[in-house]
Every structure is written in structure tokens, then in C-alpha cells.
């Protein structure tokens, strides 16, 4: 296997690296230490810059407008969106075009004009709605909001939890219990707008992450017609899991980009901070702990790279993302620890990124299903379908 970056692969990671150490770094500077938007007139200067160089879209299919790059490539792309204090979770604020939601390239050609045209063009936001009080991990068995035929309707009645996002949407993706006999096989999943009767945030939950608030949601009578269904009735754990599961490599990627960065600045400060009159880079204590970064960087790169080729050579790639996404994330919570540790009493301060960082990387072990599921599906596949 060759994953050495391309020509063309080694320009666009210089690109985008200068792209967020001139525009992204000295405007965040001047923001709240908390916050994940430009002011609108930064926000709509870089976007167009990044449509000028070819670049807006990247989780966008060539046909609908987006730059429609390899998985390899949206990796190494990534990796470099992420170094800068919000980039965990609003790599460079959204300038390079929001993914919204890839469910909706399966949509009817009607779904697709009321929903993912008004989305692509920034007219409209969704959120993704399948965790449920009853739980998260196993949503297939978890899902207890129903939904019931009525004529050419659907009335759901049910809650969801952790939603991010529903408070500021206009639509989303609501998965819903339709046969209660089957556990996979009975979800479907619905568009829903939150203007319908029936559709309540009953609460914004605030986590350790700065942006983008869960919230809790309340379905009482909520009635869908039967052409907001997306995809087939009972086939909507397909279209959330292919997602789930795709989406898992560029999310290592961020947690590689941020532990990058946290290690170029650990190494920068232990070059030049003494103590009992000796730089800390001479300290053994010190230099392990930044070989310890260089091995969790290594390692999370590599896998992550080895689970992108999988998904641009089209072959299964279920058990890499997943072995990506904990391998990152653990790594990541990791580095970013040390490299506070290493910048002492400042690490802990609001001036530099760590701390930020610190929190939201604890959310990624959880995220996109915890690490311990990410183990369990590892095990299903090494092992055999006899584990349930
Ligand atoms: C900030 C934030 C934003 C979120 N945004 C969304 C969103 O937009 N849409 C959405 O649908 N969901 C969202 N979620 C929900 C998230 O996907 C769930 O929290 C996650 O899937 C876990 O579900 P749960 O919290 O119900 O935990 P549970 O399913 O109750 O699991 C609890 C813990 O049990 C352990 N565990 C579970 N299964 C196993 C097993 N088989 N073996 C060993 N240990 C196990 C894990 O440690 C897990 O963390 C968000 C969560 C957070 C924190």
C-alpha cells in the first residue's frame, strides 16, 4: 500500500496550511475564546476565497457544485483545517462549505428541491435526530418514538436527545420506530420541518463543546406526509449507519490536525521555557512525553490514511474508520493533555487553544458512537456474526 501523498495531494495540504495560518489564526485572535462564527463579512470574504481556489464543497458530490475530493485527500485536508482553536469541531468556521446532511443525495428529485438545493445554498439547516433517552449506542434496539400510518400521513409521537443544532434548523432527519416487531429492520427515517405542528425543543443542553448546542426534542401528534419519507419504510438504520460509519475518517483526521498542532507548539515552547537553568527540551521527563505525541500522531495517521484508501478503492471500510476513530480520538485526548502539561500554568489559560481542545476532544470518544461500540462492531467482524 502506497500512502505517500501525490503531488497534487502535497499542494492543496500547502494551500489550505497557509489558508488557515493567514486567514484563519490572526482573525481568530480577536474572537471570544468560545466562539465558532466569523463576523459575517470575514465569513462571506473567505468563502469566497475558498471558491476561488476550488475548494468549497468538499463533502459535496462534483454534480451539486462541491470540489468532490477523494476520502485520501479530504483527510490530508483535515488534518490541516483542524489546527486553530475552534477547528475540532468548526474547522476554519465553515468557510470551506458545511456538509449538511449526505443522506439527502438519496432523496427523491421533490425532497431534493425542498430540502438539499436550500441546504447546498445555504438557505436552510438540518439536524440529524436518531439518539433517543432510552440511548444512543444501539439505536436500532434503542429507538422508541413510533410512528403510525394515517392515510397519506404519518403521525410520530416520541423524544430524542443530544440533537445538535435542531434549535437553529429548519428541518431534519427524525428516525422513527414503524414496525415494532423488527429492530433494525423496522426504522424509518422522515424529513421533518420544525415548523410543523407538533415539533418542540423542549430543552438546549449545553456540553463541553463551544458550539452548536444539543437539544432535546418532543414529538406530540407530529404529522409527516408519507413523501417526507427518505429512502424505504423500514430502511432507515441503512441510511443512518452508511453515513455513521463514512463519516468516522475525516473525524479522526480533525483529531489528528489539533494533536499536530498541539505537539509543534509543545515542541516550540519546550525549546525555549527554562527551569533550574536548563530548557525543558532537555529534560527526559519532558522528551518523552513528546515522543509519546509523535507515536499517538503516527499511529492515528496512518490508520486513518489505511481507512480513507479502503473507502476510495470502494472496499469494505467498517472496521478501519472504526479502528481510525478510536485509535484519533483516544490519541488525540492524549496529546493535547501533554502538551498542556508541558506548557504548565499558560495550558491552562484561555490565551492559548489547549483548553479548548481539552474539552471538546473528551466529546470525541463519545461522538459518532462511543469507543467502546467502535470495540464492539471490531470484535463482530474479527470474530463472526454469532456476537451479538
Ligand atoms: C455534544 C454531543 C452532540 C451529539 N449530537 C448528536 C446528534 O446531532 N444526533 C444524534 O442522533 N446524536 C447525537 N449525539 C448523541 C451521541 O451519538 C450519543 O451520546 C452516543 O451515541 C452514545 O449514546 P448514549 O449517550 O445514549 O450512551 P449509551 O448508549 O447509553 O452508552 C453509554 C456508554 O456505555 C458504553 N457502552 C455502550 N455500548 C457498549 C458495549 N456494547 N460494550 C461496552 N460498552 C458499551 C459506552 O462507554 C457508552 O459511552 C450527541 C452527543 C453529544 C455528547
Request: proline share 4%.
Amino acid at each position: 500500500m502506497n500512502l505517500e501523498p501525490t503531488e497534487e495531494q502535497k499542494q492543496i495540504v500547502a494551500t489550505v496550511r497557509r489558508f488557515v495560518r493567514e486567514e484563519i489564526v490572526p482573525l481568530e485572535a480577536k474572537l471570544d475564546p468560545d466562539a465558532s462564527e466569523l463576523p459575517r463579512e470575514d465569513f462571506e470574504r473567505l468563502t469566497n476565497k475558498v471558491r476561488e481556489m476550488g475548494f468549497w464543497g468538499l463533502d459535496i458530490p462534483a454534480e451539486y457544485g462541491g470540489a468532490g475530493v477523494d476520502m485520501v485527500t479530504r483527510v490530508l485536508m483535515a488534518i490541516e483545517m483542524s489546527q486553530h482553536r475552534a477547528g475540532l469541531y468548526v474547522p476554519c468556521y465553515g468557510v470551506f462549505g458545511t456538509a449538511g446532511l449526505a443522506q439527502l443525495y438519496e432523496a427523491t428529485e421533490d425532497q431534493k428541491q425542498r430540502y438539499l438545493h436550500p441546504m447546498l445554498r445555504g438557505e436552510k439547516r438540518g439536524f440529524f435526530g436518531l439518539t433517543e433517552p432510552s440511548g444512543g449506542s444501539d439505536p436500532a434496539r434503542a429507538i422508541r418514538t413510533r410512528a403510525v400510518r394515517d392515510g397519506d400521513d404519518w403521525i410520530i409521537n416520541g423524544s430524542k436527545v443530544f440533537i445538535s443544532g435542531a434549535d437553529r434548523a429548519h428541518f431534519g432527519l427524525v428516525f422513527a420506530r414503524t414496525d415494532a416487531s423488527k429492530g433494525r429492520g423496522g426504522v424509518t427515517c422522515f424529513l421533518v420541518d420544525t415548523d410543523m405542528k407538533g415539533f418542540h425543543v423542549r430543552r438546549v443542553v449545553h456540553t463541553l463543546r463551544s458550539s452548536h448546542y444539543a437539544t432535546e426534542l418532543q414529538f406530540e401528534d407530529l404529522r409527516v406526509p408519507n413523501a417526507n419519507i427518505l429512502g424505504e419504510v423500514n430502511g432507515g438504520f441503512a441510511i443512518a449507519n452508511e453515513r455513521l460509519s463514512r463519516q468516522r475518517v475525516p473525524y479522526a483526521a480533525a483529531c489528528i490536525g489539533v494533536a499536530v498542532k498541539a505537539q509543534e507548539l509543545a515542541i516550540e515552547y519546550a525549546k525555549q521555557r527554562e527551569t533550574f537553568g536548563a530548557r525543558l527540551a532537555t529534560r527526559q521527563a519532558v522528551q518523552w512525553m513528546i515522543i509519546d505525541n509523535e507515536i499517538d500522531i503516527r499511529s492515528s495517521l496512518w490508520l486513518t490514511l489505511a481507512a480513507a484508501d479502503k473507502v476510495d478503492r470502494g472496499e469494505p471500510f467498517r472496521m478501519e474508520a472504526g479502528i481510525a476513530k478510536l485509535v484519533a480520538t483516544e490519541a488525540g485526548g492524549r496529546v493535547v493533555d501533554r502538551a498542556m502539561q508541558i506548557h504548565g500554568g499558560y495550558g491552562m489559560t484561555k490565551d492559548l487553544p489547549f483548553e479548548r481542545w481539552y474539552r471538546e476532544m473528551r466529546i470525541r470518544r463519545v461522538g459518532e458512537g462511543p469507543n467502546e461500540v467502535q470495540r464492539h462492531v471490531i470484535a463482530r467482524d474479527l470474530l463472526g456474526g454469532s456476537l451479538r
